[in-house]
């Protein structure tokens, strides 16, 4: 609470993830409440350990932002991150609005492949 007493304050209230955060972070929720639903042994204290290991992730995200914003990608960038969302979920579906979206490309710029 203390931050929002404060006359000026120095952290940004809200956080865009990228495509790739936004997988994580879905990721992340589904495993807590898959442990929550399934209430086996240690649930509650596993609840709690992965809630906070979220909190040091997004913390992490958002320090990173704080120290070097980058609005628009770099092309080498953009293909790093699509290469790492395709690796984390190659047996997923993964839309060509996602590649694009994380690319900061519109989708008919991408390259086309046969």
């Keep these: 609470m203390e931050p929002f007493f404060r006359q000026t304050l120095d952290f940004d209230s809200h956080m865009k993830l990228s495509v790739l955060e936004d997988e994580e972070m879905k990721q992340r929720l589904d495993r807590i409440v ?5 209430k086996a042994l240690g649930y509650r204290i596993s609840v709690k350990a992965q809630l906070i290991d979220m909190l040091v992730w997004l913390s992490r995200r958002y ?3 704080i120290i070097a914003p980058s609005p628009l990608r770099s092309q080498p960038a953009a293909i790093k991150a699509v290469c790492e ?7 997923q579906d993964i839309s060509l609005e996602q590649i ?7 989708q ?3 390259p086309k492949t046969k």
């Design 34 to 38: 898959g442990e929550f639903s399934r």
């Design 108 to 110: 008919s710029s991408l």
């Design 85 to 91: 969302l395709i690796e984390q979920h190659y047996a």
């Design 100 to 106: 694009s979206r994380m690319c900061t490309m519109s």
């Design 63 to 65: 320090e990173k932002r």
